[in-house]
């Protein structure tokens, strides 16, 4: 049986373009030889799309954009040839069976890159272009959540307008979640970039300036104090193998920055605790697992999702899902399958097969 191609897309136009190239080289050298072949599709931060036929080890630290073997490449969406452009002395179509974008935050996980793809034909691993759009922007996401009878954070969420009058845009906020702390988030940004915690008032400004730098909506949330705790989710939403999606047993996080940021997801001197099972009890256990099947329907994921929650004396709030979780090597959502009897190279595996699954093909 021929081996299929598949086209893995990594950095991007995004705040997240170096966790995307973290993220890459673990799927890159994990991914199945003896079933697929690969083609390497970067993305610069200015958004260049160039293949890369050098050594996976240059991903991970950012040099393989100066290889001199490098040279433009996108996505066809002609539907009829389906395949990676290649523009050197000459243009000509690469067929691929599968792209697998391993792409954080905007342009590419939020509905940008798999809106192309369908376009174009081509199965693509993940959740599809409405519900990456939908996760991606928590305050849609909060609405879906809320429709279904899933418990959120309480949230107040602006837009730039509000700046025009930013002691009557706080008034509002403090008014409606009723003091501080407040969480801080760019509407539409993963990894905690531009997320900050707000004691008061002039705390509370600075996040919403900083959050604007990375989205045109910021969501302003009650702070919830409560074990972090997150859940893998493998499986299709819709089609055959809907009634057989995984959620794991969930994780629990613990960070001495008193948030999980940044530097504690994926920095590998990070001093935050990964504890796999969660301490919690099993019945708390079960009920997050439930809810995380449950978000993921609602929304309609596919392939894959990390759902992550507080779980606080008052009962299970969760917190966002994100469709394209972190790969690297010190990432929650492969630990938590690996967990489950899936290890990193079946994992990528039956992720590929769920595009194709879902695609029809």
Known sequence: MARKKIAVLFGGASSEHEISLLSAYNVLTNIPK?????MCIGITKKGHWLYYPGEYEDIRTGAWENNPDCCTAVISPDAINKGII??????????????????????????????????AGLPCVGSDMTSSAACMDKTITHTILEAVGIRTAPYVHITKEALADIEST?????????????????ASAGSSVGVSRAANREALKNGIMVAFAHSVKVLIETEIRGKEVE????????GLSAKGIIAS??????????FYDYDGKYSSGSKAVLDIPAKITPEETEELREIAKKAYRAVGCSGMARVDFFVTDEGIILNEINTIPGFTSISMYPKLMANMGIPYEELLDRLIELAIERHGD
């Open 34 to 38: 003896n079933k697929y072949n690969v």
């Open 86 to 119: 290649l523009i050197g002395e000459s243009a000509y179509v690469h067929k691929v069976d599968v792209v697998f974008p391993v792409l954080h935050g905007a342009n590419g996980e939020d509905g940008t890159v798999q809106g192309l793809c369908a376009l």
């Open 170 to 186: 706080c008034d509002m906020i403090e008014s409606r979640l009723g003091g501080y702390p407040m969480f801080v988030k760019p």
């Open 231 to 238: 859940c893998a989710v493998l499986g299709n939403s819709q």
């Open 249 to 258: 047993i969930p994780g629990q996080i613990t960070s001495e920055t008193g």
